[in-house]
């Protein structure tokens, strides 16, 4: 974890606002994941935040990818590139899953020459896959309960179990292999409860479509969802990976493998966002401060991740309820209307706020002319002898 004096060093030389990645976070979160979930193997989400050095980092670490669009598969696919040709052409599914159910045709045309691995929920998919990109094996993605996630996934995607076996036999039928069962429980899933009931739902499809004569299936993918420690109310990740691990065991043979697609479990806790107070008011009693990044930008995930972000001053003095506002001239631009702050900082000071490496510089814009915060990676590894920081700026 990177200490308050370091940040602070940080952004004297860089500048803010800046949004701060700590690779050697992510590195113990991937090792982690591994630890506790030995059986399954990590597709990082892309989404969750797609800097190639991330990507980078995670790739040496062993990771592999789940991507959803041409550009982030060919931010995956660079450092595939880097691979003997044999192993290129044979790792593509140990190192990438096309995890959007809907991808458009001209996608699954540029995606049929590395033989992917993508998923599907209907059947004009099924169509569309058959004819732009017969090679690709396929994962059905099912519906499952999302209860209690903070962010919802299951009324855009997934096929009902009632049509899970149909779907599968459709596409068989049509001549691809299906070659088994993906899921997602819903962002930031603290209801461990949904991964149990996931992986039972899967299974029961597996028998299902064993009963019904296909019995090639030998993946499952278990998706995202696996929460970050934002407070105390999170259970531990040890916790939710017993619970993971016994249901596996007891209902898929070692020879099913196991997939996961975490982003936010990555990426969350690795980054770090700095702004400076450019203006102060009071208003109806309370100090309002009005800083360099907002909601258009490192903070977008208070809007399309339903993500509260906590500030805090490197000054300490005596808090008091503060309102924090972005940059923009949106009324929509408001970080926190009550936020725990020293109520006497003056402009020029900085405020920041960890853990906000998911789903907040990722869906960053340049609304209104204020362009996304500054990109400081820093990754003590590169450099095991001189503690190095690369610096990646917009
Ligand atoms: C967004 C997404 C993920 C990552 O979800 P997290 O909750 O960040 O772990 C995984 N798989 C799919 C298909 C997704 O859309």
Redesign the pocket.
């Given at each position: 974890m990177l200490s308050e004096k370091q940040l602070q060093k940080l952004a004297f030389q860089h500048g803010t606002p800046i949004f701060i990645v700590d690779h050697d976070e992510i590195r113990r979160n991937y090792a982690e994941f591994k630890k506790h979930l030995p059986r399954v193997q990590a597709?990082y989400?892309v989404?969750?935040e797609p800097l190639p050095e991330i990507v980078k980092t995670l790739f040496d670490a062993g990771a592999s990818f789940?991507v959803?669009s041409m550009p982030e598969f060919d931010i995956v696919y660079e450092n595939i590139k880097g691979m003997p040709d044999k192993r290129r052409q044979d790792w593509i599914w140990d190192k990438i899953i096309y995890?959007?159910?809907i991808k458009p045709n001209e996608t699954l045309r540029e995606l049929d020459a590395y033989k992917p691995l993508v998923?599907y929920d209907n059947a004009e998919e099924i169509r569309k896959i058959k004819k732009y990109a017969p090679n690709a094996g396929l994962a059905l993605?099912i519906r499952v309960p999302n209860t209690g996630?903070?962010?919802e996934?299951s009324s855009k995607?997934g096929a009902a179990s009632g049509e899970a076996v149909d779907l599968i036999l459709e596409a068989v039928k049509s001549g691809l292999v299906v070659e088994g069962l993906?899921f997602?429980v819903?962002?930031?899933?603290t209801n461990f409860e949904n991964f149990v009931q996931a992986i039972n739902l899967a299974a029961d499809i597996f028998r299902e479509a064993g009963d019904r004569g296909y019995k090639k299936m030998n993946l499952l993918?278990i998706?995202?969802?696996?929460?970050a420690p934002y407070d105390e109310s999170v259970k531990p990740f040890k916790i939710l990976a017993q619970r993971i691990n016994a249901e596996l065991d007891r209902l898929f043979p070692k020879e099913v493998e196991i997939l996961?697609?975490?982003?936010?479990?990555?990426?969350?806790t690795a980054a770090t966002s700095i702004v400076k107070i450019n203006g102060k008011a009071v208003r109806d009693g309370k100090v309002c401060y009005y800083v360099n990044d907002g909601v258009y930008h490192t903070y977008s995930g208070i809007i399309f991740d339903h993500c509260h972000y906590h500030l805090k001053s490197f000054r300490k003095g005596p808090e008091r309820i503060c309102g924090v506002f972005g940059p923009t001239c949106d009324a929509l631009d408001v970080i926190s209307m009550s936020e725990n702050l020293p109520s006497d900082l003056d402009l020029g000071e900085l405020l920041y706020s960890p853990n906000i490496g998911?789903?907040s510089h990722a869906s960053s814009t340049s609304f209104n002319g204020f362009p996304p915060a500054k990109v400081v990676h820093v990754n003590y590894k590169t450099s095991p002898t001189k503690k190095e920081t690369l610096v990646r700026s917009y």
């Amino acid at each position: 974890m990177l200490s308050e004096k370091q940040l602070q060093k940080l952004a004297f030389q860089h500048g803010t606002p800046i949004f701060i990645v700590d690779h050697d976070e992510i590195r113990r979160n991937y090792a982690e994941f591994k630890k506790h979930l030995p059986r399954v193997q990590a597709y990082y989400a892309v989404k969750a935040e797609p800097l190639p050095e991330i990507v980078k980092t995670l790739f040496d670490a062993g990771a592999s990818f789940d991507v959803a669009s041409m550009p982030e598969f060919d931010i995956v696919y660079e450092n595939i590139k880097g691979m003997p040709d044999k192993r290129r052409q044979d790792w593509i599914w140990d190192k990438i899953i096309y995890a959007n159910p809907i991808k458009p045709n001209e996608t699954l045309r540029e995606l049929d020459a590395y033989k992917p691995l993508v998923t599907y929920d209907n059947a004009e998919e099924i169509r569309k896959i058959k004819k732009y990109a017969p090679n690709a094996g396929l994962a059905l993605r099912i519906r499952v309960p999302n209860t209690g996630a903070m962010v919802e996934l299951s009324s855009k995607f997934g096929a009902a179990s009632g049509e899970a076996v149909d779907l599968i036999l459709e596409a068989v039928k049509s001549g691809l292999v299906v070659e088994g069962l993906s899921f997602h429980v819903g962002s930031q899933t603290t209801n461990f409860e949904n991964f149990v009931q996931a992986i039972n739902l899967a299974a029961d499809i597996f028998r299902e479509a064993g009963d019904r004569g296909y019995k090639k299936m030998n993946l499952l993918d278990i998706g995202g969802g696996f929460p970050a420690p934002y407070d105390e109310s999170v259970k531990p990740f040890k916790i939710l990976a017993q619970r993971i691990n016994a249901e596996l065991d007891r209902l898929f043979p070692k020879e099913v493998e196991i997939l996961a697609e975490p982003g936010r479990f990555m990426i969350a806790t690795a980054a770090t966002s700095i702004v400076k107070i450019n203006g102060k008011a009071v208003r109806d009693g309370k100090v309002c401060y009005y800083v360099n990044d907002g909601v258009y930008h490192t903070y977008s995930g208070i809007i399309f991740d339903h993500c509260h972000y906590h500030l805090k001053s490197f000054r300490k003095g005596p808090e008091r309820i503060c309102g924090v506002f972005g940059p923009t001239c949106d009324a929509l631009d408001v970080i926190s209307m009550s936020e725990n702050l020293p109520s006497d900082l003056d402009l020029g000071e900085l405020l920041y706020s960890p853990n906000i490496g998911a789903y907040s510089h990722a869906s960053s814009t340049s609304f209104n002319g204020f362009p996304p915060a500054k990109v400081v990676h820093v990754n003590y590894k590169t450099s095991p002898t001189k503690k190095e920081t690369l610096v990646r700026s917009y």
